[in-house]
């Protein structure tokens, strides 16, 4: 008679979702970003305008978010792909052992987009930025990225879960009709 694995230690139901979602994002990001480089040449153009609020922008970031912890020598750099490394190695253990379906694919998310920003970090030395969204003069955003958009969809999608969706207690009907919680 073998014994019924221990729920603490069951595999996430999701990860498969996850990690496919994680990959179709980072090779998004890559691609738009060779389109970027290549083909648009944004690089020389430096601007593209698309639309009255939004144009195609060339910046190189070499920092993290909004430029937080910017690299000005190649230590700085590799340490910043370390650190960010790091953090996308537990976001992907957290999402290994993660239950919620949609918090496996909201941290799928900051996965693929923290995969890309380090591959162009190590590729380049820079994070490649292009999206540029603006009201007039009003930007309320620096330029950004399919990763930087993913990452930030991502946690905020983590942020409202933890918020605004509580447990379950799982309900089960009493004899008499009336339901009881555990």
């Known amino acids: ?17 996850g990690l496919m979602l994680a990959s179709f994002l980072f090779i998004a990001d ?3 970003k060779f389109v970027m ?3 648009l040449a944004l690089q020389s153009r430096r601007q593209i305008h698309i639309l009255p609020f939004f144009d195609l ?14 690299a000005g020598s190649d230590v700085q750099r590799w340490l910043l792909v370390a650190l960010t490394a790091g953090i996308a190695a537990i ?21 693929g987009g923290a995969l890309g920003n380090i591959v162009d970090r ?4 820079y994070v490649v930025d292009y999206a ?6 009003f930007r309320p955003f620096w330029i950004f990225n399919l990763a930087d958009a993913c990452i930030s969809i991502g946690v905020l999608i983590l942020l409202a879960r933890a918020f605004l ?12 009709g009336e339901a009881i919680a555990e």
Do not use: C
């Not at 922008?57 to 910017?70: C, D, H, Q």
């Not at 190590?122 to 030395?125: A, D, I, K």
């Open 91 to 111: 976001v992907a253990v957290w999402m290994w052992r993660e239950q919620k379906r949609g918090d496996v694919l909201a941290l799928s998310m900051v996965l």
């Open 122 to 125: 190590v590729r380049y030395g």
């Open 132 to 137: 540029d969204l603006h009201f007039g003069a």
């Open 37 to 39: 480089i290549g083909p």
């Open 165 to 176: 969706i509580r447990e379950r207690k799982d309900v089960h009907p009493a004899s008499s």
């Open 57 to 70: 922008t060339w910046a190189k970031n070499r920092g993290v978010s909004m430029g937080f912890l910017e």
């Open 1 to 17: 008679m073998t014994t019924p694995p221990n729920p603490r230690y069951r595999l996430p139901q999701y990860r498969l979702q």
């Open 30 to 32: 890559q691609a738009v």
